[in-house]
């Protein structure tokens, strides 16, 4: 009997051990089940999320916006959330912290057949409405994959590369070469008017106005996106030392130009004094200025004592 007992008891302590390690594998199912039941997404402080579904029994459409900052939201099972930037962005060709090569430069034919090289910086935000971000995401940032940074970068050069070499060669045509590369304020008319023409091409390419200027904040104006560019240089360096070396030459030009002038002036002085005084007089009075000629002027009826020199008595020697 006490072996029966002792069998008893063994198969009572293996069942309650079978029955903890099976309630914990429930649980864990059950766990899992409820994180795919139950999803949460997270945005950055700088960024937006586009909610979409992607449930078995639903289809995948647009659902709402997440707020930037947000933690935890509860979204559906297999839903999807697409971030995007909403803080300040850029797009620089050429130089230091470029989005392409440090080298490279939008390359314009100037109105004189010259061939020069552009560096541009654009600034911009995303516009946040919830329609136009929509718009956005569905028709550019799908086929892009914007929604992610390598992807972003390939969206810049897809959409806004071709733009601005647009814009730029179609305004410099309009300019001299050596007006764009030398004259400050053509080449802010040649900006300005660059920056009118890429801001009318981008919608019309991207098929919206999806964004808006650096200040933009989401409550307040759009407004205009930033457009800067640098100096245009010729490709070809030996035309900026042909100018260099004409502007050289214009200024050597100048300055004895300028010494000329001078010497005539001089002589016109010497021609109306001469007239005046005679040939002799102006003589004296250039000896008198020069100083090779020393005067005293002896009041009337006064006493002047003028001091002779003492000669030097030399005493010779008695000759042997």
């Given at each position: 009997m006490a072996k029966l007992g002792s069998a008893t008891a063994v198969a009572k302590g293996g069942s309650t051990k079978v029955k903890v390690i099976g309630g914990l594998i429930?649980?864990?199912?059950?766990?899992?089940?409820?994180?795919?039941?139950?999803?949460?997404?997270?945005?950055?402080?700088?960024?937006?999320?586009?909610?979409?579904?992607?449930?078995?029994?639903?289809?995948?459409?647009?659902?709402?916006?997440?707020?930037?900052?947000?933690?935890?939201?509860?979204?559906?099972?297999?839903?999807?959330?697409?971030?995007?930037?909403?803080?300040?962005?850029?797009?620089?060709?050429?130089?230091?912290?470029?989005?392409?090569?440090?080298?490279?430069?939008?390359?314009?034919?100037?109105?004189?057949?010259?061939?020069?090289?552009?560096?541009?910086?654009?600034?911009?935000?995303?516009n946040r409405d919830e329609a136009v971000l929509k718009s956005f995401h569905e028709r550019i940032g799908l086929k892009t994959d914007a929604y992610e940074d390598d992807g972003?970068?390939?969206?810049?050069?897809?959409?806004?590369?071709?733009?601005?070499?647009?814009?730029?060669?179609?305004?410099?045509?309009?300019?001299?070469?050596?007006?764009?590369?030398?004259?400050?304020?053509?080449?802010?008319?040649?900006?300005?008017?660059?920056?009118?023409?890429?801001t009318r091409l981008l919608p019309a390419a991207v098929g919206g106005d999806y964004f808006c200027g650096p200040s933009y904040n989401g409550t307040n104006d759009c407004g205009e996106l930033s457009f800067t560019i640098q100096k245009p240089t010729p490709l070809d360096k030996g035309i900026i030392d042909g100018l260099e070396a004409k502007q050289r030459a214009e200024l050597a030009k100048a300055t004895q130009e300028q010494k000329n002038q001078q010497v005539n002036v001089e002589l016109q002085s010497v021609k109306a004094q001469v007239a005046m005084l005679g040939a002799q007089g102006y003589l004296l009075k250039t000896a008198i200025e020069s100083g090779k000629i020393q005067f005293m002027v002896i009041p009337q009826n006064g006493n002047v004592s003028i001091p002779v020199p003492t000669p030097t008595t030399t005493t010779q020697q008695p000759a042997n």
């Open positions: 429930v649980a864990v199912i059950v766990i899992i089940a409820l994180f795919n039941i139950f999803n949460f997404a997270d945005t950055d402080a700088n960024r937006i999320g586009l909610h979409y579904g992607g449930g078995v029994i639903e289809d995948k459409k647009f659902k709402s916006v997440i707020p930037p900052g947000s933690t935890n939201t509860l979204i559906g099972p297999g839903d999807t959330v697409y971030t995007y930037p909403i803080d300040q962005r850029s797009y620089i060709i050429g130089g230091d912290g470029a989005d392409t090569d440090a080298a490279d430069e939008v390359t314009v034919v100037s109105k004189d057949n010259v061939r020069l090289g552009v560096r541009v910086q654009v600034y911009f935000t995303l972003w970068d390939q969206m810049l050069q897809s959409y806004f590369r071709p733009q601005i070499d647009r814009a730029l060669a179609a305004v410099a045509a309009d300019y001299g070469w050596a007006e764009l590369y030398n004259n400050e304020s053509k080449k802010a008319a040649f900006q300005s008017a660059a920056a009118k023409e890429f």
